[in-house]
């Protein structure tokens, strides 16, 4: 049985609405018309993952496959820090949906201070991001080992700002 | 003496990682994939920047996965009365504690025979981060009469931000007995041969006692406390008064326990026992001997007896059989032989829902017993008849019961409906009408 509290369906339309914004804002990066193929692939799994919260794995896949494309794009790579935004948006709409999949029960949901801990797991999420692009944009043995570094650091860091939250 | 509106607990002896199951978050196995996927991707195509895009999601998955949640968590379940009559509220609490700051739902699972009502329509609370102990007042419905447990505490706990969720179980809620809701019922039914005990039937025999049956010469042997002296006075010679004995009967009450695994089958057996407890408890109030006989899925047997002590035997047995007509794992056998009284007035109450009992009432009567048969009314439970096939087995379903009915009635067993409108009441005069004739045909057709 699915149950759709009221505050169930406020949380489904941001992951919705956060996942068409993603998308979209991939889509303009990209510029090509099979970008908005991907976007709109994107947010249909997106929308799959309301129903089944086995999806949610799609969605992050499809996410960065979303990324990847823009990023990776034949007519020249896209500058790594333009997509800050869209990783951050895949990582927000992974939790709410994460969220949306938890309130499916019988029992009433109290208003709980979820929104500012999703805030921060895209803060996390975009700020990683950032991090190891930067590092990775050294070149040679160098780069690589910064992207060793600053993957490591990041997940320290994202552990000690999880655990400062609670 | 224990005070019986304490309210009775059960508290848990959980620890850390008893009866614990941990299952992830959906967010973790997608943030696993997503991360390792892009590493694997960036190590296979030469792109480091696609090791930016999982890095993100390891990051994620790694914070998520640093805590379990709390060490420690407890829990009780209470409730104000573990004895209440069918539609009556049971008002109770459950108690959790746990260490630290979480997220916790509460939930009272496996009930039986209650619906809640306070929470509903599950009874479970999810609470928001925070820390115990809290207290969670409830509300149920006892549905239907029966011992039925009401279920056992589950928590769901996490740390808030984790990606682990915990599931443990906290206690087993106490059980509750609950009552058949009285029926109107003043009515006797007459036991097939008195027996020489205070009571409340007349005997045809005379003896000491303080209803009048006649007054006859004296003979040697009689108590000069019988003497009428105004008879005698007037008469001019000694006459006695003599009186009918007050006696007890024997009633064995056979109730059909025949019943299937769904709602309306139940509910047709409840029935049942409400309209058993109804009678039992007017003959057991009468200073009659009322025993129990069920027979079907569920079995139960106690041997005629009066008093106190009968009708709080004879309400647990019609109470376990309610259990189990309502927990459809619960089989009860009945391990003792089952003697029935030569004199016993034997009142089958059935809805007719089985041939084995409609023979088991016919054999009995075959034997010399004296057998009435209550017919519970379920047809008002049956489906309504969505199209001409389901109308017609409605049709057929009655006719049988009317068949099944004029059958016990040519073999001797004089049948009453009880319905849900006119109750066992109506029902009881019916049989008393009909038990008369029979006797005054039976008389009439025996030899001279």
Not at chain 2, 23 to 32: E, F, Q, T, V, W
């Amino acid at each position: 049985m699915i149950t759709w509290w009221p505050t169930r369906r406020r949380l489904a339309v941001i992951a919705v609405g956060t996942a068409v914004l993603t998308g979209a804002a991939a889509a303009w990066l990209g510029g090509a018309a099979w970008h908005v193929d991907y976007a709109a692939v994107y947010v249909a799994v997106a929308l799959s993952a309301l129903l089944s919260p086995a999806a949610i794995t799609l969605q992050v896949i499809a996410g960065q496959v979303l990324a990847a494309s823009v990023l990776l794009r034949p007519d020249g790579p896209a500058p790594p820090l333009l997509l800050v935004p869209v990783v951050a948006g895949v990582v927000l709409t992974a939790e709410l949906l994460g969220l949306v999949a938890r309130l499916d029960t019988p029992l009433r949901p109290r208003p709980a201070p979820e929104l500012p801990r999703m805030g921060l797991s895209a803060l996390i999420g975009g700020g990683v991001y950032a991090a190891v692009s930067l590092a990775g944009g050294l070149s040679g043995p160098t780069g690589l080992l910064a992207v060793a570094l600053g993957g490591g650091a990041c997940v320290v860091l994202a552990v000690v700002l999880a655990r400062g939250m609670r | 003496m224990a005070d019986p509106t304490a309210p009775r607990s059960v508290r848990s002896g959980a620890t850390r990682g008893q009866d614990g199951r941990r299952h992830g978050d959906p967010r973790l196995s997608a943030y696993l994939v997503g991360g390792f996927g892009a590493l694997i991707a960036a190590v296979a195509t030469g792109h480091h920047e696609l090791a930016a895009l999982g890095a993100p999601f390891l990051a994620l998955a790694a914070a998520g996965l640093v805590d379990g949640g709390p060490a420690r968590v407890v829990g009780t379940v209470t409730v104000r009365a573990d004895r209440v009559i069918e539609d009556d509220l049971i008002e109770g609490e459950a108690r959790v504690d746990w260490d630290g700051e979480a997220e916790v739902d509460v939930m009272l699972t496996g009930w039986r025979g209650v619906a809640p009502v306070d929470p509903a329509p599950a009874i479970g609370w999810s609470l928001p981060a925070g820390r115990g102990p809290v207290t969670l007042p409830f509300r149920l419905r006892a549905r239907s009469w029966g011992v039925h447990d009401l279920g056992t505490l589950w928590v769901r706990v996490r740390t808030p931000g984790a990606l682990v969720v915990r599931e443990r179980k906290l206690a087993s809620a106490p059980s509750v007995r609950v009552l058949p809701a009285p029926l109107r019922l003043d009515r006797l039914l007459k036991p097939a041969e008195p027996r020489a005990v205070a009571g409340m039937h007349l005997s045809r025999s005379r003896g000491p006692g303080t209803d009048f049956a006649e007054l006859r010469p004296y003979q040697p042997g009689d108590r000069l406390r019988d003497l009428s002296w105004a008879t005698s006075a007037r008469l001019g010679e000694p006459w006695v008064t003599v009186h009918h004995p007050e006696r007890t009967g024997t009633v064995l009450l056979l109730l059909d326990a025949f019943f299937w695994n769904e709602r309306r089958s139940a509910e047709g057996l409840a029935r049942a026992a409400r309209a058993a407890w109804a009678v039992a408890s007017v003959h057991l109030r009468a200073q009659d001997r009322v025993g129990l006989l069920a027979q079907g899925r569920t079995a139960a047997w106690l041997p005629p007896q009066g008093g106190r002590r009968a009708r709080w035997l004879l309400l647990d047995e019609l109470l376990s059989v309610g259990g189990a007509a309502e927990d459809r794992w619960r089989r009860r056998w009945r391990d003792a032989r089952v003697m029935v009284p030569a004199d016993a007035l034997i009142v089958g109450v059935t809805s007719l829902g089985s041939h084995t009992f409609l023979r088991d009432l016919l054999r009995y009567r075959r034997t010399g017993h004296t057998t009435v048969a209550l017919v519970i009314d379920t047809s008002d439970l049956l489906l309504d008849p969505a199209d001409r096939v389901d109308a017609a087995a409605r049709r057929i379903r009655l006719a049988q019961r009317d068949a099944e009915r004029h059958a016990l009635d040519r073999g001797g067993v004089p049948t009453a409906l009880v319905t849900t409108s006119e109750g066992a009441g109506a029902a009881i005069s019916a049989l008393r009408r009909r038990m008369r004739r029979l006797h005054a045909s039976r008389a009439a057709a025996a030899p001279r």
